[in-house]
Structures are given as C-alpha cells and as structure tokens.
C-alpha cells in the first residue's frame, strides 16, 4: 500500500494598510511582493471599489497594476480583521482622530508611516499612537528612510529602517516586508528613527526655497548638511543615538528627500523661493507635504529642550507668513560665527 501526504501551504501573514495615498500604496506594493495578504483601507468607498475592479490606484499610480494580493477596504474594521501589522499610511496631524474611531485587533502590532510631530502636543507618531490605543511600545513599530513612493512602487532598488523597542517586533515587521528590491533593516532607537523623518521634511522645504530662489549646489549642501546638524542636537536632547542619524533614517532620507524633484517637501519650497504663497501651492497639490504642519511642532519641541535649531525656525516663520524666502536666506547667512560643532 503506498501512502500519500501534502503539506498544506502556510497561510499568508495578512497586513492591513491604513490609507491609500502614494505611500501606503507603493508600501502595500512591497508586502504584496513579500508574500503577504494585504488588506488597503481608504477612506473614500469609491475608490476602494475602483481599486479591486480596475486593479490601480488611478489618484496615484494610474500605470501600474496592483497585484492580486491586495485588497482594498472601505471600512476600516473589515480591513484590520486578523490582521498581523496594522500600517499607518495617513498623514501625521489626521491620525488621532482615525485611531480614536478604530478599534485595533488584539495583539497585532501597529506600525507608524507619517513623518511628523503632533501639532499642540510635540508628541512623535509613536507616542501618540501609545497614548490613544494604550498598545505598549513592544508592539508600536515605525517604518522611515529614503523611501520615494514612485520609486518604491516601481520596484527600484531602496532599504528602509524598521524600528521598535522590541528587536522581535522589528525583526518580525522585516520579515514582511524584506524583498529583492527592498531592503530593510532592523532598528531599536524608535527616538532616533523617528526625529530624523520628521525633520527632514522641514529642511527640505529650506532647500527647495533655495533651489526655487535660483541658489546652487553649494547653498543647497550647506543647508542639507547643517539641517542634518541641527537635527543631531535634536536626537541628543530627547535620547536618540546619534548614529542612527548618519544611517539610512537620517542622512539617507535627509538626502533623498533635500534632492529629489519627487519630494513633495522639496516641490514644495520650490514653489515658495519662485514667489508662490503656501495657500497657493497647498491648493494645487492632493498630497500633503508634511513638513508645512510639522515645522513649528518641531520648531517648539527644540525651544521645550532648549536646542538651537535655526534652520527649522526660518522655514516656520516662512511658512507662517513672518519672513520671505528672501529673508530667510539673509537671516540664515548673517548669524555669528561659530565652531562647526557648538
């Protein structure tokens, strides 16, 4: 008698993605590709229903399909049902008011996209979700780095961080979402990981006003690499390891996003050095560039720890209508000078 067994196939790690804009799009693309089940929140019905009829995201990504293995929801407890990762894939300042409506399932872990600092609290994404959800740090994950969403989602070689206080959770976040294209590694500074997304936004703003006001390569260096000093004072004050900031969370997504015309922080202060208000350039764009709200949270964070942050304070009284682009620039030259490392 001759007997026969099968192995049944290991049933796929599903991951519900919180938001179908650029980022949580090109991010489903990559669990998708990792081998996950990946259930797409939006928060429009109609184009959650376009998306599994036409397969695309047309808002974002109207020439490329997206795979089978995502799913798109329009309520947002079907999506999260049995999900292992709950991925935060909305804006910074709208996601207390999302998480105060949702119930996350038990044990799934959850983890922060947004780059940016609550307004009126100066708490990070992380603290804020612990603070709404009541979920302990072991199991609040963020994802940061030099992470383009068109180029992501075109599968375009990249890494990215994984971060959380407990090293199982960002191993087991690496797992699902490590591939050919992208490579992501584990981190445990949350802190660190965290700081240098937020911040970087707002010194991208400060270079696209210089590339807007016709500076060169010089001018944007300087900036780009005294924003990224002023981000390591920062760091230091609020306990982040400084070598997180020379890593990919830091320099790279520092680099990345100061450089590239598909930065919408960069697009942005372009707009503002070529003489556009920030009520004309928001009204002209569907993506939120999320330095605009983060400047002065981050700007009264530095002033709460007493850290010196001059940069981010000239793109927030540019951004408040205070100074012009112009004199930012003026502003930012003329300071006293001092040591490199003060």
């Not at 974002?60 to 709950?86: C, H, K, N, S, T």
């Not at 969403?149 to 699902?176: F, G, K, M, N, Y």
């Not at 010194?203 to 590339?211: E, R, T």
């Not at 070598?243 to 996003?257: E, K, M, R």
Request: charged letters at 20%.
């Amino acid at each position: 008698m001759t007997s026969t067994s099968s192995t049944a196939a290991a049933p796929r790690t599903k991951v519900a993605v919180m938001g179908a804009g650029s980022w949580g799009t090109a991010f489903s693309l990559v669990l998708a590709d990792a081998g996950c089940e990946v259930a797409l929140w939006s928060h429009h019905a109609d184009q959650a229903e376009a998306i599994n009829r036409e397969r695309i995201n047309s808002a974002f990504f109207p020439d490329l399909e997206l795979p089978d293995a995502i799913r798109a929801y329009a309520d947002a407890q079907q999506a999260m049902e049995g999900a292992r990762f709950v991925v935060l894939a909305i804006p910074s300042q709208a996601l207390r008011e999302n998480l105060a409506r949702w119930v996350i399932p038990a044990e799934a872990a959850v983890v922060s996209l947004a780059k940016g600092i609550e307004l009126g609290t100066g708490l990070r994404m992380s603290q804020l979700i612990a603070e709404v959800t009541q979920i302990p740090s072991d199991r609040i994950a963020v994802v940061s780095g030099p992470n383009l969403a068109r180029e992501i989602a075109e599968r375009q070689p990249a890494a990215t961080v994984v971060a959380c206080a407990s090293e199982d959770t960002a191993t087991a976040l690496q797992r699902v979402c490590h591939t050919a294209r992208f490579r992501a590694y584990t981190n445990t500074d949350v802190i660190g990981v965290e700081l240098g997304g937020a911040t970087k936004n707002v010194i991208a703003l400060a270079v696209g006003m210089a590339v807007g006001f016709g500076l060169g390569d010089n001018s944007t260096a300087s900036v780009i690499t005294r924003g990224l000093a002023e981000t390591i004072r920062l760091g230091d004050a609020l306990g982040a390891h400084p070598y997180t900031f020379s890593g990919l969370a830091g320099l790279g997504d520092l680099v990345a996003t100061c450089s590239s015309p598909l930065s919408r922080n960069r697009t942005f202060g372009e707009g503002l050095g070529r003489g556009r208000t920030v009520a004309e350039i928001a009204a002209s764009t569907r993506q939120v560039a999320e330095g605009v709200k983060s400047c002065s949270s981050i700007r009264q964070l530095a002033r709460d720890h007493g850290v010196e942050m001059p940069i981010v304070e000239a793109v927030d009284a540019v951004i408040a209508e205070q100074l012009t682009p112009r004199d930012m620039i003026e502003a930012l030259m003329s300071r006293s000078a001092k040591p490199e490392r003060y």
